[in-house]
Each structure stands twice: as C-alpha cells, then as structure tokens.
C-alpha cells in the first residue's frame, strides 16, 4: 500500500523550531514533486514550500526565510525544517507528494497522494 506519513509535530514555545518529515513508503519508484501545506481552524489550506523533482524550493512569503524544505532520495522522505515560529504557524501540517509507483507487468504509474497530516502548536 502506497501511503506518506507525516511526524515530528508538536507543541513548541514561539522562537522554537521543529522538523517535520513525510515518509513514502510502498512500492514506490521515485518522489517527484513534494509539498508541505497547512491548515488552521477555520482557514483554508496554504501552500507554504514545495520542492520540485529538479530540488528547486519555493516558499510562501509567510514563511520565506524561516521554512526549509529538503529531501533525502535514497529514503524518499521530505523535511521542512521550521524555525523562529511563531503562533500563527500553529497549524495541522501536511505533505502531498507525487509518486512514481511500481506496476506489475506495466508501465509505473504516477499519482498524487496526500499525508494524514501532524499537528504543529506554536505556544507559550
């Protein structure tokens, strides 16, 4: 079964940082473009980094300068390391990913699928 799981949300004093990584797993061939959104209560879900197949990042201004998304091929997992949070970062946060899957007797497919998400709660 083909899934991303989200860990390494928390609560956390504002200043803090956290990592956050989503994990392919599956028979997965490759993760092409990832992205980490995130969605408060009562607001809709934002977009906030992305990283391309080629490794090009690109960032919400909400979070520009203080977000960083990674990848590490070889596990097919995708961090965001936040930093300097704040309390409006508190949020449910979840990664979405494309994914190069492994088809018996036929071509890999490729789809879009989506994390079960990991609360970050930014605090005093």
């Known amino acids: 079964q083909v899934q991303l799981v989200e860990s390494g949300g928390g609560l956390v004093q504002p200043g803090g940082s956290l990592r956050l990584s989503c994990v392919a797993s599956?028979?997965?061939?490759?993760?092409?473009?990832a992205n980490w959104y995130r969605q408060a209560p009562g607001k809709e879900r934002e977009l906030v980094a992305t990283?391309?197949?080629?490794?090009?990042?690109n960032y919400s201004d909400s979070v520009k300068g203080r977000f960083t998304i990674s990848r590490d091929t070889a596990k097919k997992t995708v961090y965001l390391q936040m930093n300097s949070l704040k309390p409006e970062d508190t949020a449910v946060y979840l990664c979405g990913a494309e994914l190069v899957t492994f088809v018996p007797h036929s071509d890999p497919d490729i789809d879009y699928y989506w994390g079960q998400g990991t609360q970050v709660t930014v605090s005093s």
């Open positions: 599956g028979s997965i061939f490759k993760v092409n473009e």
């Open positions: 990283i391309t197949k080629n490794d090009v990042t």
